[in-house]
Every structure is written in C-alpha cells, then in structure tokens.
C-alpha cells in the first residue's frame, strides 16, 4: 500500500513562489514515475509534471519554464518549486504515481494565488 502526504501550499500573491513537498510510504516511490496534480475548483484533476526514477521530466505546457520537480529518493520526497505563479494556478495540488494509482491519492495541499 502507498501513503502519499502533501504539504507546503499556501497563498500567494501573482508573481509569487512556493515549494510543495511529497512524502511516500512504501518502496514504490524509488522505482516509479512521479507526478504532480492539480484539480482547480469546478474543473477535472489534471497533470502537472513528473519524473522518472531516472530523472526525466514532463511537464504541462502551462507550467513549463515556471514550476520544476525535484525527488529524493533516499528519503521518498518528491518537490514542486512554483514560481512566477499566476491566478490560474489556484488549486489543490496532489502527488501520485505516473500513471496514477486510484488508491494513493492523498489529502492535497491548496495552493491560492492572488491577482
């Protein structure tokens, strides 16, 4: 079973930064693809970025050249830096695997930015 725990959301004014963490249970988190999601207030969950085991990234076209991804596996922590953020950002952001497992989605952290 994986325990996925977000946390480091926040409000933040446009233009602003913040840095999410992820912790993992289990030892699924160093063999796998991780990502971040996001679900905006009346819209459906939707990809953000990942990284492989191996370091490889995919990101949204939204996101791309603002927000970065970063792991440990050492310590089953996965982060997302969000700078530049912008209004269109506000949502409650959840890590899971790649592809997702129905089963590990955790509490989220909400992320607010101010226009």
């Known amino acids: 079973q994986v325990q996925l725990v977000e946390s480091g959301g926040g409000f933040v004014q446009a233009g602003g930064s913040l840095r999410l963490s992820c912790v993992a249970s289990?030892?699924?988190?160093?063999?796998?693809?991780m990502g971040w999601y996001r679900q905006a207030p009346g819209k459906q969950r939707e990809f953000v970025v990942s990284?492989?085991?191996?370091?490889?990234?995919n990101a949204a076209n939204s996101v791309k050249g603002r927000f970065a991804i970063s792991r440990d596996n050492a310590k089953n922590t996965m982060y997302l830096q969000m700078n530049r953020l912008k209004p269109e950002d506000t949502a409650v952001y959840y890590c899971?695997?790649?592809?997702?497992?129905?089963?590990?989605w955790g509490q989220g952290t909400q992320v607010t930015v101010s226009s």
């Open positions: 899971n695997t790649v592809p997702a497992r129905r089963d590990a």
């Open positions: 289990g030892s699924i988190f160093k063999f796998s693809t």
């Open positions: 990284m492989s085991s191996g370091g490889g990234t």
